[in-house]
T-cell receptor, first 116, second 116 residues
Framework: NAGVTQTPKFRILKIGQSMTLQCTQDMNHNYMYWYRQDPGMGLKLIYYSVGAGITDKGEVPNGYNVSRSTTEDFPLRLELAAPSQTSVYFC???????????????FGPGTRLTVL | AQTVTQSQPEMSVQEAETVTLSCTYDTSESDYYLFWYKQPPSRQMILVIRQEAYKQQNATENRFSVNFQKAAKSFSLKISDSQLGDAAMYFCAYRRLTSGTYKYIFGTGTRLKVLA
């Protein structure tokens, strides 16, 4: 299994441009997450999904959109990029854990995005 | 609201020595999970250890162990026989169940330096 893969690894955008960060997992996990990590900070949840066709906002959703048409893929769309969106973006997935399940988040390698 | 606090921005340890990283959290829930993640320079997030709040026994994974004090809401990570490969950022995380979905809250991280 490849686990969680993200593309691209690096990207530079100009203010106002748009782009899509790709995330794919091959573990048949139903939970998927997008986080951003600003320098010297922990991870902040942008959006998450509990299954195909179901998404919801996290702590910092403004300026982003997501879709989940398949179990495997969870792309993150940036519309009208702004310098404040300069960050490292992590995608993660986990299996559904009801009650005292032992799900663990599996992270992708991250995408470093710079908006100039 | 749940919060996770890591009060040590940076720690240093001599190779082969033991180091303890601190984490405190705030919650009104009684059943939850706590995690320590390692983020090496490659930026990938790697699960180090997991603790279930309902378990009295402290979790252990090889050289890594935790000191879980539920009443004090403290969750420290002890690394024994430190190795150069342990140098990384370490994040403490709390997993909560909200609106039927598991979400993770991360601390701001502790940078661990291992001195040869």
């Amino acid at each position: 299994n490849a686990g969680v893969t993200q593309t691209p690894k690096f990207r530079i955008l100009k203010i106002g441009q748009s782009m899509t960060l790709q995330c794919t997992q091959d573990m048949n996990h139903n939970y998927m997450y997008w986080y951003r990590q600003d320098p010297g900070m922990g991870l902040k949840l942008i959006y998450y999904s509990v299954g195909a066709g179901i998404t919801d906002k996290g702590e910092v959703p403004n300026g982003y959109n997501v879709s989940r048409s398949t179990t495997e893929d969870f792309p993150l769309r940036l519309e009208l990029a702004a310098p404040s969106q300069t960050s490292v973006y992590f995608c993660a997935s986990s299996s559904l854990a009801g009650g005292r399940g032992t799900d663990t988040q599996y992270f992708g390698p991250g995408t470093r995005l710079t908006v100039l | 609201a749940q919060t996770v606090t890591q009060s040590q921005p940076e720690m240093s340890v001599q190779e082969a020595e033991t180091v303890t990283l601190s984490c405190t959290y705030d919650t009104s829930e009684s059943d939850y999970y706590l995690f320590w993640y390692k983020q090496p320079p490659s930026r990938q997030m790697i699960l180090v250890i997991r603790q279930e709040a309902y378990k009295q026994q402290n979790a252990t994974e090889n050289r890594f162990s935790v000191n879980f004090q539920k009443a004090a809401k403290s969750f420290s990570l002890k690394i024994s026989d430190s190795q150069l490969g342990d140098a990384a950022m370490y994040f403490c995380a709390y997993r909560r169940l909200t609106s039927g979905t598991y979400k993770y809250i991360f601390g701001t991280g502790t940078r661990l330096k291992v001195l040869a």
